[in-house]
Structures are given as C-alpha cells and as structure tokens.
C-alpha cells in the first residue's frame, strides 16, 4: 500500500517559532510537493521538489523554506512563525509525467501559530 | 491568479441524485486530475482526463473536458451519503511538473 506520511496530524507553536514539517514517501517518487489549503482558498503550492536537492518555489513560498537531502524526505521549513501561517498543510508525491501521473497526499498537519 | 475556480462552491443534493461540479481556468490546460477531499484529510486521486479526450468514465464517474473553454465538470451519478467530500479538479498547465489545483466544490448528499 503506497503512503505519504507527514510528522504530524496537529501542532501548536508560537509566533517566531522555527518550524519544521517532515514529509515522508516510500513510492520512490521523484516529485514531492508542499501546499497549503486555506477555507475558500483551496490548495495552494508553496514549493516542489523534483530531485534530491533540487527546488522550485510554487505560488506563495514567502516565509518558507524547504530540504530535500533524501529521496524519501521533504522538508517544510517555517523560519520565524507567524500567525497568517496557521493553516492545513499537505505533502504529496508523484512520478514525473506532465500531469499524467496522480499525486498521492499525505493525511495532513494543521498547525496553529499563537 | 492560474487557479482554477470551481462552481458552485457548495452543493447539496438528496441520495440518489446527480452531481455535477465545473471547473474552469483562465489559461489553458492539458491533462486534468480530479481529487477528493473527506473532512480534514489528505486528497485521494479520482481520475485523470487527458487533453486529447473530450470525455472519460469510471464507475458513477464522469469528467469532461473542453480545452478550448478551458474547463472541465464532474458528474457523479446515483450520489451516496458516502460521496459527502469537496472535490477539487487539478490541471497540468505545461512547463514544470505543478498541478494548479481548483478551489474546491463541498458536497453533501443527504440520506
């Protein structure tokens, strides 16, 4: 049964917290991806990975970072956490194919900023 | 913005009956996902439409495409209290591998 595994279901950190979201695949997938989904906003891509150590920021990078020294690992970094980071946040994985292949999503972190 | 908007945003309908959500872009789109969403969870693939199909089935399941509209609709037939979910379509938009996903549509089917 394939599975992305994230590090948390629910966390709860405070403003200028540095944060970390870990995000595991065990389908040897090239692409790992990060969003974050927002009530009305639907899901928005923060960065993306297709190689170890290799980026691209998505659509709101600001405020964030992420790590890929694995395969198997993506990394979401909050530097200095901040209340308008309260959010659900999701990892998924894919094979690369130009939107031919389905990403599979991991259950989610829904991380609360105070 | 690329992404895509979804219509309507909510939908309520009785078991048994039909639901269709639209998805539309304002750039165009190749190949299409369609995902769903149960409260508070990761999204499950449904089914994939590429660019070069106008439509495509699978089960209760039934996706359009129309790539000179640039948008796409689901239909799910027989509808079961089970297929209460959001439902979010996800287009490839061509250059990098990202998938630039919908706002969502929240279905309830009442038994």
């Known amino acids: 049964d394939v599975k992305v595994t994230q590090s948390s279901r629910y966390l709860v950190k405070r403003t200028g917290e540095k944060v970390f979201l870990e995000c595991v695949q065990d389908?040897?997938?090239?692409?790992m991806f990060w969003y974050r989904q927002d009530p009305g906003l639907g899901l928005r891509l923060i960065y993306f990975?297709?190689?170890?150590?290799?980026?691209e920021k998505g659509d709101i990078p600001e405020g964030y970072s992420v790590s890929r020294e694995k395969k198997e690992r993506f990394s979401l970094i909050l530097e200095s956490a901040s209340t308008n980071q309260t959010s659900m946040y999701l990892c998924?994985?894919?094979?690369?194919?130009?939107?031919?292949?389905?990403?599979?999503f991991g259950p989610g972190t829904r991380l609360t900023v105070t | 913005s690329q992404q895509g908007e979804e219509d309507p945003q909510a939908l309520s309908i009785q078991e048994g009956e039909n639901a269709t959500m639209n998805c539309s872009y304002k750039?165009?789109?190749?190949?299409l996902q369609w995902y769903r969403q149960n409260s508070g969870r990761g999204l499950v693939h449904l089914i994939l439409?590429?660019?070069?199909?106008r439509e495509k089935h699978s089960g209760r399941l039934r996706v359009t495409l129309d790539t000179s509209k640039k948008s796409s609709s689901l239909l799910i037939t027989a509808s079961r209290a089970a297929d209460t979910a959001s439902y979010f379509c996800?287009?490839?938009?061509?250059?990098?591998?990202?998938?630039?996903f919908g706002k969502g549509t929240k279905l309830t089917v009442n038994p």
């Open positions: 996800a287009g490839f938009m061509g250059g990098s591998e990202k998938l630039v």
């Open positions: 998924a994985s894919s094979h690369p194919g130009r939107g031919l292949y389905e990403q599979y």
């Open positions: 990975s297709y190689d170890v150590k290799m980026k």
């Open positions: 750039t165009s789109i190749n190949n």
């Open positions: 389908m040897d997938h090239e692409n």
């Open positions: 439409i590429r660019s070069n199909e």
